[in-house]
């Protein structure tokens, strides 16, 4: 299959309609902060209401934010590692629904363990599937600068969040030298991309989040959905205070 400009073979899981829609990349941090996260999530949801399809690398972080914010059918994991596989281990349940759900990547054999050069190889493709890119948070040096590389190659529009001084220094770096774009605006950011006369669709609603939104007890949480409380929790879904769930 023809991506933009470069030819990439892949193996895939899930519905190939979604590679027909608009999209949108998302990368960032793997431990981002919660202001981060928040965000993240809330952008993720409106383009998903929009009909905008999220692209992202199914890791810790940033990625499994934008993939949970989007709910597994309107969202692409492209995967550093094969098809069968999957990495990271703690987002297995997050994987296996986008496999239901939404679409899985690979340009790797089916069950290849994941190297260090295939999470550069990823990241060129997640780039190129969306039309633009969104960087949660990245910290100078970290893998998400990889990803910032590609977009500029690709001409690809960049737009970071308004982040703190000292904080996510390599988005504050990129507004620095004009490289990308403040999001100032969600609703608004979100309504100049797909045009103000577009219409809002329903989304798939996520059971566990609708849940955790009412603050259950830690041990509430883990009796209802024993498979999505340890993930949620390391991949910042969640944050568990005083034995309560908080999103």
Known sequence: MLINDFKFDFSYKGNLDLLESKKVSIVGSRKPSKYSREIIQNLAALFAKYGVVIVSGGAMGIDAVAHTGATASNTIAV????????YPSVNKNLLN??????????????????????FVQRNEVV??????????????NSGSMRSIEFAIKMKKKIYVLPQRIGESEATNKLVMEN?????????????DFVGKSATKIETIKDDFLLFCAQNPSYDEALQKFPDRVFEA????EIEVKNGKIFT
Request: glycine letters at 8%.
């Open 79 to 86: 995967l550093p590692c094969g098809i069968n596989v999957r």
């Open 97 to 118: 629904a986008i496999e239901k759900d939404g679409l899985l990547l690979s340009q790797f054999k089916d069950d290849e363990k994941p190297r260090n050069y295939y």
């Open 127 to 140: 780039v190129s599937l969306g039309e633009i890119l969104i960087v949660g948070e990245a910290d100078l």
């Open 179 to 191: 490289k990308a774009e403040f999001i100032y605006n969600l609703e608004k950011f979100v309504l």
């Open 233 to 236: 929790e390391l991949s910042g």
